[in-house]
């Protein structure tokens, strides 16, 4: 049976079938005595692992997304997002996407010395790097290990255009760097606000940082001239899709320029830990969420086809765009898209190149 843990977001930890990880409910510690002493879920440690890998820009050519590469500091997210499309992403590492992806986390602190290494190659081509496109790169464990940063540093130093996408806060601790980056047409951040009911917000994504915290940072960046952007992603029929006008209300009035929104999407072991989450959270309405959520994806849990994938299909996809295109056009958010300036761009300079 599904079982809750304090401030986690999965409720299995389950290996995955596609390959063949055993599952991963005990460890054998003496928190599982007391588990079973005391009958009560016990809390699960947060690790993090250092990995030195030997590049840091990763690169795709999907056709549905608007840009072609981008940054990661960290493998998982603390943040634990049932819904969490990059859970999968930590299979390949034997390890589960249900709990191990939110506490058993890998930092990647060569990143900045990494990056500055790439700008500097001869014939890199400049265009904008997206951070926060798998994990949250202002997920906790940035206070202490400050990656991110680090990275921003070494965009503004050599004028990269650089695009955010986070649900913390803690974006605005670097906003003494996006700011001036912001100015020279050089950064844009999204903050992705799901659901303004922090009760839900406890259970769909417990670690990050509350709804009105996202909301005043949306604020506070548009005031310092960073353009702002808001993603409802994703939307979960009959659990947040009610709060969308709302939600765009509210980030209008914090000065949000343009807004976007993805349905829920269920990849692989996404979708077993999606339903338990339903079963422990929401057993009432479980199925109604499934049956429309699958009818968005073509009867199936998901749908991989580029496109469809972020839009949906069929009737309730119909009717969440129309929704959602008349609410942006009600309140202001149908702004200028990201367009960040790579004509500014000068590779980091050389021990030899600082001598002249």
Request: proline share 9%.
């Amino acid at each position: 049976m599904p079982s809750t843990r304090p401030a986690r977001g999965a409720t299995l930890n389950r290996g995955s079938t596609r390959f063949n990880l055993a599952e991963r409910e005990a460890d054998g510690d003496w928190l599982d005595e007391r588990t079973a002493i005391d009958g009560e879920a016990a809390p699960v440690r947060t690790t993090v692992t250092v990995e030195h890998p030997r590049t840091i820009i990763a690169r795709n050519q999907s056709p549905d997304v608007p840009f072609d590469r981008s940054i990661n500091p960290y493998r998982g997210c603390e943040h634990g997002c049932i819904y969490c499309f990059a859970r999968p992403s930590h299979a390949y590492h034997d390890l589960s996407p249900g709990l191990d992806f939110e506490t058993r986390l890998f930092a990647k602190p060569d990143a900045p010395s990494l990056l500055r290494a790439e700008l500097a190659k001869p014939g890199y081509v400049c265009r904008p790097i997206a951070f926060g496109t798998n994990t949250d790169p202002y997920q906790p464990i940035e206070r202490d290990w400050r990656i991110t940063r680090g990275c921003i540093e070494v965009l503004a130093e050599t004028n990269h255009p650089i695009t955010i996408t986070t649900k913390s806060d803690r974006v605005l601790h670097d906003l003494d760097l996006i700011a001036p980056m912001a100015a020279k047409g050089l950064a844009a951040v999204m903050i992705s606000v799901t659901t303004l009911d922090p009760k839900i917000a406890m259970t769909l994504e417990p670690r990050a940082a509350a709804p009105a915290r996202r909301l005043r940072a949306i604020q506070e960046l548009a005031a310092a001239g960073v353009p702002t952007f808001v993603s409802i992603s994703p939307v979960i029929p009959a659990i947040t899709d009610h709060e969308m006008e709302h939600i765009l209300e509210l980030a209008a009035e914090a000065g949000a320029r343009r807004a976007f929104f993805i349905p829920v999407r269920l990849p692989h072991e996404v979708a077993p830990l999606f339903r338990a989450w339903l079963d422990t959270h929401y057993p009432e309405r479980a199925g109604k969420v499934m049956a429309i959520t699958q009818s968005l994806r073509g009867g199936r849990d998901n749908d991989p086809g580029f496109f469809t994938r972020m839009q949906g299909q069929g009737p309730w996809a119909a009717l969440l765009s129309t929704r959602f295109h008349k609410a942006c056009r009600k309140y202001g958010l149908e702004g200028e898209r990201m367009q960040l300036r790579t004509d500014l761009f000068r590779p980091p300079a050389g021990a030899q190149g600082e001598l002249f």
